[in-house]
């Protein structure tokens, strides 16, 4: 018993308010008075505008942050204790614990926020540095490669220069050889293509007979086919819109049953749920004493899920 009134004690030290335990219960029961606490501690918790440039203001915001963590922690286990008490009303204090535990951590980001900002700029200045100094770091290397690779260059075009000399000599002396060569050649091509010439004439014109009459019978034996060929796709586009006529048919019928089937299943399970909802409702008010409203109440909840560890029975 002591140890527990000590951490009581403790977390009401280290909290930014501080509320009875009887007053917590009109709070978790009340919305807006729920606001109105969430509020205070938001008023506490900014009252103090921290300087993030200096150790003592990023210690003050720390500091506020965890204060607002541990009112937190101390204003829901406050809940916790009366939820256990008032197990009939679970439903608006574990809303109102959530709205507490949602707003103060979304406070406690606030308040730390000029820190974490603080934090992200030493961050980013940091980096910014380093990629300047390895930007310079590159620039220093690629002036070195440039000036080796002016050097290079110059070697290059010296080489070049001299291998150009040496090519143009040869050039000339192969091109002379080359016209002689030329002369003597042009003369047998000339006398052998005369032969060649006459050859192909007679050959092409010998081809052109064959061409023509090979043409003469594959066009009657094209006109054949496709006179077959359109015969056989009147057929078979008679027959494929046949098919699909019957299938569109089929189809229809089927989506129809379907539909009527699916319809009938969800007004039988409409009837089976109204049915179920009645019997609870019924039972709520013999052996539950509630009042119809809150009977109500209680199997909307069941039916919506929103109960922990219960379910309906359909």
């Not at 541990?70 to 679970?90: I, S, W």
Request: charged share 45%.
């Amino acid at each position: 018993m002591t140890t527990e009134i000590a951490e009581v004690q403790e977390k009401e030290q280290t909290a930014l308010v501080v509320i009875e335990s009887l007053a917590i219960r009109d709070v978790l029961k009340d919305a807006e008075k729920t606001a109105q606490l969430i509020d205070e501690v938001r008023r506490l918790a900014t009252s103090y505008v921290a300087d993030v440039t200096t150790a003592d203001g990023r210690k003050t915001l720390r500091s506020l942050a965890v204060k607002v963590a541990r009112t937190k922690t101390y204003l829901d286990d406050m809940g916790k204790e009366y939820v256990a008490e008032l197990k009939d009303l679970p439903r608006l204090i574990d809303g109102n614990r959530k709205a507490i535990r949602e707003s103060l951590d979304l406070l406690k980001e606030e308040v730390r926020k000029p820190l974490t900002e603080w934090e992200a700029e030493q961050e980013r200045i940091a980096a910014e540095k380093k990629a300047a100094e390895e930007a310079a770091a590159l620039a220093e290397r690629i002036e070195l490669d440039w000036e080796l690779a002016d050097l290079m260059n110059r070697e290059f075009d010296r080489q070049r220069a001299e291998a150009e000399e040496r090519a143009e000599q040869e050039r000339k002396e192969r091109e002379a050889r080359i016209a002689a060569e030329a002369a003597e050649r042009a003369k047998r091509e000339a006398e052998e293509k005369a032969a060649r010439e006459k050859a192909e004439a007679e050959q092409r014109a010998a081809e052109a007979r064959l061409a023509q009459e090979r043409a003469e019978r594959e066009a009657e034996e094209a006109n054949k086919r496709a006179a077959e060929a359109e015969q056989r796709a009147a057929r078979e586009a008679e027959e494929a819109a046949r098919k699909a006529c019957e299938k569109a048919e089929a189809e229809t019928a089927e989506r129809q049953r379907r539909e009527a089937a699916e319809a009938q299943a969800r007004e039988q399970d409409k009837q089976r749920r109204a049915t179920v909802h009645n019997d609870m409702l019924a039972d709520l008010q013999d052996y539950a004493n509630l009042s119809e409203a809150q009977a109500k109440e209680v199997v909307v909840a069941l039916a919506r899920k929103q109960v922990r560890h219960a379910s309906i029975a359909y």
